[in-house]
């Protein structure tokens, strides 16, 4: 299994719901990442979680709040979120330390809608 | 700290005709440099990497680009390009240390028939 899966695919969001993002990878990869994207624009680092533990939150608002239950899986959860908040997000993996030069392994992405 | 320029944010080339994509990257240690490929409503996906040795990197679906230590380059490049090619081409650093990805702003390659 080479492939990082994302669900799900589209969403559509009030300001006040509470949703969750699924992103699993089978690959034995122990760095997983959340990324953001804009239409026409490069993914923007969310955050990096390292063997289970967060290890780079790039400053994002509370009302994305990451988890990492196991060494395959990463959700994040969203929570009164604003329609700027609407992108493509993007979950990656990739393997660590010495092997880490192998590049990430990206989802296709959850398409979100804040309306 | 580590930056990548991409040159061209839109390129239009015919039907097989040659197409070079550029990048460019400014970094003070030791990187490795890749290039993503992203179609619409698409995650990204790799389509080469630079890590050591031959500066001449061969890639998925005919692509190649070459490492240029002393201009700071990683240019893409295909000698024909097809209609399927159409998507946005991103160029990303990674240092030798880090897990963290530099993208450079992408360049939007359109195939005209």
């Known amino acids: 299994d080479t492939e990082v899966t994302q669900t799900p695919k589209h969403l559509v969001m009030g300001m006040t719901n509470k949703k969750s993002l699924k992103c699993e990878q089978h690959m034995g990869h122990r760095a997983m990442y959340w990324y953001k994207q804009k239409a026409k624009k490069p993914p923007e680092l969310m955050f990096v979680y390292s063997y289970e533990k967060l290890s780079i939150n790039e400053s994002v608002p509370s009302r994305f709040s990451p988890e990492c239950p196991n060494s395959s899986l990463l959700n994040l959860h969203l929570h009164a979120l604003q329609p700027e908040d609407s992108a493509l997000y993007l979950c990656?993996?990739?393997?660590?330390?010495?092997?880490?030069?192998?590049?990430?392994?990206f989802g296709s992405g959850t398409r979100l809608t804040v309306v | 700290a580590q930056s990548v320029t991409q040159l061209d944010s839109q390129v239009p080339v015919f039907e097989e005709a040659p197409v070079e994509l550029r990048c460019n990257y400014s970094?003070?240690?030791?990187?490795?440099l890749f290039w993503y490929v992203q179609y619409p409503n698409q995650g990204l996906q790799l389509l080469l990497k630079?890590?050591?040795?031959?500066?001449l990197v061969k890639g998925i679906n005919g692509f190649e680009a070459e490492f240029n230590k002393s201009q700071t380059s990683f240019h893409l490049r295909k000698p024909s390009v097809h209609i399927s090619d159409t998507a946005e081409y991103f160029c990303a650093v990674r240092t030798n240390t880090g897990n963290q990805f530099y993208f450079g702003t992408g360049t939007s390659l359109t195939v005209i028939p």
């Open positions: 970094s003070s240690v030791s990187v490795y």
């Open positions: 990656a993996s990739s393997q660590e330390g010495a092997q880490s030069n192998y590049g990430y392994t």
């Open positions: 630079y890590l050591s040795g031959s500066t």
